[in-house]
């Protein structure tokens, strides 16, 4: 159901007129009674009972059913109201002055054409039937029908026609604006909780391309350590070092990721020296060497899109890590793409290292309009590519 709107639809603010036209016309009607002195005192008394049980009658029936077309309830009232209007103009045809309040009835209280077209067919009739027992059947009479009832009738009829036309279809462009209101509200609730579901995704892949490598790190430094601590080697003072180094770039990561802002390694350097940083510190912590191939013309993509490349050749390198058992590594930045592969055990296709990295990668790429593949084979190692449309003004 649809709620109006403020301060509620001007046909129902229009209550209160419509219930002192009703109180207003009888009160003026009786004025007039009393005040016409071709009325005798028993003529005076019946039009005035008239009207008091015509304001009975509204206040009893009419006041709950004004606004509320086509209900039983507003038939009852005007039928009610049609016989003591027309017991009055036979009384007196000061009575007339009613018509007013019926012509305003017949368009609140009638939903239907076919009902009104009856009911105004049956008033011009009462008028018809008053004058002449007021005034005789005569030619002047007769001649007095048309600009006194016909064109009245005809006349309220066309602009009540009109009035309630307008109502019909304010309403219904009330209730299909509430309709648009209701969807846009929703709408903007959808894009809400995808908004907050894509910001979910984004920081989870942030952290797994982030923090969860930098951890996976500091784990193989410390087992390293341990085993060299136990062999009583000299290395140690250095891994600690290397793990003392991997805790503050991942606390770099951490704040970086909490002040929504661009990884730490690109936020100094451009992507080129973030990609040379991040081969040595794999080889520095790994052994395995990496080479980075760098084109002269693969910079200048934007935040966003170095952000990914980046991402891309960390994920890349972990898995390297993890899985790969390779004993070298190589980065190549070209316009639009990056490649990383190695020369490691490689996996058959759908069967190799699965979770979220790769399936992380491929959504950040997808939403930029790239592509991510990755080529292995058993024993062939692994290449992954990924592809980013060029910036217009670098094509």
Do not use: K
Request: charged share 20%; aromatic share 6%; hydrophobic share 50%.
């Amino acid at each position: 159901m649809t709620e109006p709107p403020p301060g509620g639809h001007a046909w129902d603010r229009f209550q209160a007129v419509w219930h002192l036209v009703a109180v207003a016309a009888p009160a003026i009607t009786g004025a007039l009674v009393w005040t016409d002195d071709s009325l005798t005192t028993r003529a005076r008394l019946l039009a005035s009972l008239l009207l008091c049980l015509f304001l009975l009658w509204y206040w009893q029936v009419g006041a709950t059913a004004v606004g509320r077309r086509g209900e039983r309830r507003g038939i009852v009232q005007l039928a009610g109201a049609l016989v003591l209007f027309a017991g009055l103009v036979m009384v007196t045809m000061v009575g007339t002055v009613l018509v007013s309040v019926l012509f305003l009835h017949l368009f609140l209280l009638l939903g239907r054409w076919r009902d009104r077209l009856i009911v105004l067919g049956i008033l011009a009739a009462v008028l018809v039937a008053a004058m002449f027992v007021h005034f005789g059947l005569s030619a002047g009479t007769v001649a007095a029908i048309l600009p006194t009832v016909v064109v009245p009738v005809l006349s309220a009829g066309l602009i009540g026609a009109y009035i309630s036309a307008l109502i019909s279809q304010s309403r219904a462009r009330s209730t299909l604006i509430a309709e648009l209101i209701e969807t846009r509200a929703a709408l903007a609730r959808e894009r809400h909780a995808a908004g907050i579901t894509a910001e979910r995704e984004r920081l989870s892949a942030e952290i797994h391309d982030t923090l969860a490598q930098g951890f996976t790190s500091i784990l193989m430094l410390t087992q390293s350590a341990r085993l060299a601590l136990q062999r009583d080697d000299t290395p140690v003072p250095d891994q600690l070092d290397f793990i003392e180094r991997t805790a503050r770039e991942n606390l770099a990561e951490a704040r970086s990721l909490v002040a929504a802002l661009s990884p730490p390694d690109l936020s100094a350097h451009s992507l080129a020296e973030a990609l040379t940083r991040l081969a040595e510190r794999h080889t520095r912590d790994t052994g395995t060497p990496v080479a980075v191939e760098i084109d002269e013309q693969a910079g200048g993509g934007g935040p966003e899109r170095d952000a990914v490349f980046l991402r891309a050749a960390q994920e890349a390198l972990a898995n390297v890590r993890r899985h790969a058992g390779a004993s070298s590594v190589r980065i190549v930045l070209a316009p639009g793409a990056l490649t990383v592969s190695d020369d490691g055990q490689g996996f058959e296709p759908g069967r190799g290292p699965g979770g979220y990295g790769l399936s992380g990668l491929r959504n950040r790429v997808i939403a930029l309009g790239g592509t991510c593949t990755v080529v292995s084979a058993p024993g062939a190692g692994t290449t992954v590519r990924v592809e980013l449309p060029l910036p217009v003004d670098s094509r």
